[in-house]
């Protein structure tokens, strides 16, 4: 008997929604032996350029339902959530997701564990090299060299391609999931998520 | 002991989420003791000229998600469901919403009752006055009324106010629910209707 494939997770640094599926979903796709797969995508990229619509938070209505949604969200998921003011970039985020994801899945993945809650937990910077080298260098990865990763024009290639790639295989929000081939969009669809796990189809 | 005020339930008649919503919601409050009220909403005023984005299917990414979604959403329903080509107008089916909702809203909500699987399980057309008229009349409205009512310069205002209190209140989507005051958007968040009806908040 095989392995069954990792389930793909599909996030964006600066979006709340992926930063509450982020804490659960690892420990769903467990309760059915499923390993998960993490992938960085971005929102500026797929929303704006790709599907031709604005940034929630600027989105008439919708803006002001989700900073209603956000917090009500993290209380049922359980986890800490620091409203934030300005959006950050998540480019030194996701370079470096992506340079370490190169290297070791387990570690790339480890940041990102790091770097959402600095960012929706304690309101902290994460968009300068720094914010992120330092979280990197907590899980052993030197700073000098994570500094010298994200300048790294190799490194920059690597999160576009990998952007892009998320784009053809259809992922356009934060969180997206894609299990056995379902693509499942929003931390409100983990039930169809479960589903997915517990019987394989929908 | 006050009775609790009905939850309301808004929709646009050219929506399928909204027709999966519509086949669940009254079953879902009345599990708990409670009554719903139904406003149509209209996704071509509030999602294209309020918010300034685009119709689901025609949003890049996004319309090939939603079609590949609608029909394993109404496998998961359990409602029957046939694709349509073409999104027809429901100016004529809001028109008659409104008008028969300030005679007998129960009886109103039946029309959309007979409009959603007309349009959603048999794939027949709901947009023009002919179609309307022929399903208000299997609920005793003659047809001649009904044909005179949507000519009717003070029945296409009604539906112009509905429209924009809907959007004062925030409504953007559909379906749309406001349970207790919360809001709460998409066809995939039954299950925080349920809790708010069940626990009182989120």
Chains 1, 2 share one sequence.
């Not at 031709?52 to 600027?58: E, R, T």
Request: aromatic share 10%; with cysteine.
């Amino acid at each position: 008997m095989t392995a069954k494939p990792p389930l793909e997770f599909y996030f964006d640094f600066i979006s709340p929604f992926g930063y509450l599926a982020a804490s659960k979903i690892d420990e769903l796709a467990a309760r059915y032996g499923r390993e998960t797969r993490w992938q960085a995508m971005m929102l500026g990229i797929t929303v704006m350029k790709v599907m031709g619509l604005k940034p929630l938070l600027d989105t008439p209505l919708k803006g002001d339902y989700v900073r209603h949604d956000v917090p009500r969200l993290a209380r049922h998921f359980g986890v800490p959530l620091k409203m934030i003011d300005e959006v950050p970039s998540p480019l030194a985020a996701a370079r470096a997701f992506y340079w370490l994801d190169d290297r070791d899945p387990a570690l790339a993945k480890k940041l990102a564990q790091r770097l959402y809650p600095r960012l929706f937990a304690r309101g902290e910077d994460i968009s300068s090299p720094d914010s992120v080298a330092e979280e990197a260098q907590e899980l052993g990865v030197p700073r000098t060299e994570t500094l010298a990763a994200l300048q790294d024009e190799k490194v920059k290639q690597r999160l576009h391609q990998a952007v892009e790639a998320s784009i053809a295989r259809g992922v356009f929000g934060s969180p997206f999931f894609i299990v056995d081939g379902e693509p499942i969009w929003g931390c409100d669809r983990l039930w169809m998520v479960e589903k997915m796990l517990q019987e394989g189809r929908l």
